[in-house]
């Protein structure tokens, strides 16, 4: 018997196309947009191309750009080929970069023209600048241009390679997470399920495509046939505008850019008759952040957790849920939800038991979604990898419901006087403060106790709040030794591009 050959995620857009060739592919906040059939033809252009120039089957081709339409074509294109993905974080330096192609070793880089200064000189066989000429790259127009529009789609098998993505390596060296084609269709499919998209639909996602998020999202459209809103970077101005014309269906938003959104008096006055879900998630989000955001848009929300680039969606705090809430449930606000559909789920110890209920434990998660291991990192794997099962350091509970509670991370732990102090706990009561907008606590090197807790606070627009208030707020609901002893104030705290606060950034500050 022949072996069975599935449909491949190189040959989503394609059927798409086929389905609804005039409908809006990717529409963009200057009003423009191209259809299915449009997208499609530009990727089976750029796939030629690729093959023109000997890449194909297991190859790797790079990223390092904003988001655009011509970042989706990249990837798409990649896919149709047989090619392996690597997105770069924008963020890095020239150094990083250069390392990273060295391990990595990509055929092909693709960058927007605002970083050709730090790709310059990459040893790649093909160098293409998205935006100009300039430089050693070719324009990416002009090599469309030596492509044909022929459908070809390289039938490969879902064990094999869909993306190689470096972490962000703030404790040590970046590792490469090897991602299978099985495992960004699981990731799709489970979100098409999971979050009740429609082909009807008009959804942005805030998360950039350099992220597994970004990119899943994306595919998540191709493969349903709803039209995504592309912004090169999140822009409040431009996510404002779409939400207040009532353009926008659904979206994905982490916490600081909702924050962000709801600082804006005139989103107060929308009506938002079209929006009916905001997913959000990366980092938690209070309660008190949740409560105004639910006040203020009157929609469904779904939170949205996971340990993305290696395991994919791991919990869902569902609609239903947040509804629960709404109607006095307070509780499951502070909850990133129960296991996703398809993820087996258990709290564990170091020594990979199972903990009681109450306690708690590291989130470990065994499913289609979880990565094949990290490049030339057989240790790390071994670490991160057990039995199929994976580890990614963050810490919860579980109650008797099966409703999950973060605890924090690892690695954001505080050990005080020999006692371990959760951030997210204390982050929970400050930002019921109403002046409060955000809130990141670290630990602070202290000579007895050898650390302290420090909270970092943005103040609302228009707002204030004194040390001593703060400090009140904390000893009314916390244990004394939980209350931070310093409370540092700044117009913005360190976010990655994905907006989630760095910490690692704040505990470098003196």
Known sequence: MAPRVSVTVGEWITLTADRYPDRPCFVYP??????????????????????????????????????????????????????????????????????????????ALFHSHRYAPLVDGSDVRLLVDYDGADGEGKRYEDL????????????????????LAF????????????????????????????????????????SPMFHVTGIDMILMGVARGFTSLVTPQFDPDATASFLLRDQLSACFLVPTMISMLLQRPELREGRYERL??????????????????????RCDFMNLFGAGTEAGL??????????????????????????ATCVALRLTDEEMREVEQGEIGEITTRSDMVMDGYLD????TE????????????????????????????????????????PIEIESVLAEHPAVALVSVV????????????????????????????????????????????????EQLPTNASGKILKTELRRLP
């Open 167 to 206: 972490t962000s390596g703030t404790t040590g060296m970046p590792k490469g997470v090897l991602q299978s084609r099985r495992m960004i269709k699981q990731m799709v499919l489970s979100g098409l399920a999971e979050f009740q998209s429609r082909s009807e639909d008009v959804r942005y996602c805030a």
């Open 276 to 297: 009916e879900l905001i997913m959000y998630g990366a980092s938690p989000m209070s309660a008190a952040l949740l409560r105004r955001a639910m006040d203020t848009f």
């Open 30 to 107: 200057d009003g423009s947009s191209h259809t299915f059939a449009a997208i499609n033809a530009r990727i089976n252009r750029l796939a030629d191309a690729l093959r023109q120039h000997g890449i194909g089957r297991g190859d790797r081709v790079a990223v390092m750009a904003l988001d655009s339409h011509r970042y989706a074509e990249t990837v798409l294109a990649a896919l149709k080929v047989g090619a392996v993905y690597m997105p770069f974080n924008w963020r890095l330096s020239g150094i990083e970069v250069h390392n990273l192609v060295r391990r990595g070793a990509p055929l």
């Open 377 to 380: 990192m057989p240790e790390q």
């Open 383 to 422: 670490r991160s990898l057990r039995d199929g099962w994976f580890r990614a350091g963050d810490l919860a509970y579980r109650d008797a419901d099966g409703y999950l509670y973060l605890a924090g991370r690892k690695n954001d732990m505080i050990i005080r006087g020999g006692e371990n102090i959760y």
């Open 314 to 339: 791991q919990t869902l705090l569902t609609m239903e849920d947040h509804r629960r809430a709404a109607a006095g449930e307070d509780r499951l606000l502070g909850s990133i939800g129960r296991p």
């Open 443 to 490: 630990g602070a090197p202290d000579d007895h106790w050898g650390e302290v807790v420090r909270a970092w606070i943005v103040l609302r627009a228009g707002t204030s709040v004194t040390a001593e208030e703060l400090s009140g707020l904390c000893r009314s609901r916390l244990a004394a030794f939980k209350v931070p002893a310093e409370f540092r104030f700044a």
């Open 144 to 163: 469309l241009s030596t492509g044909s529009e022929t459908e070809q789609v390289a039938q490969i098998p879902d064990d094999e390679l869909f993306g």
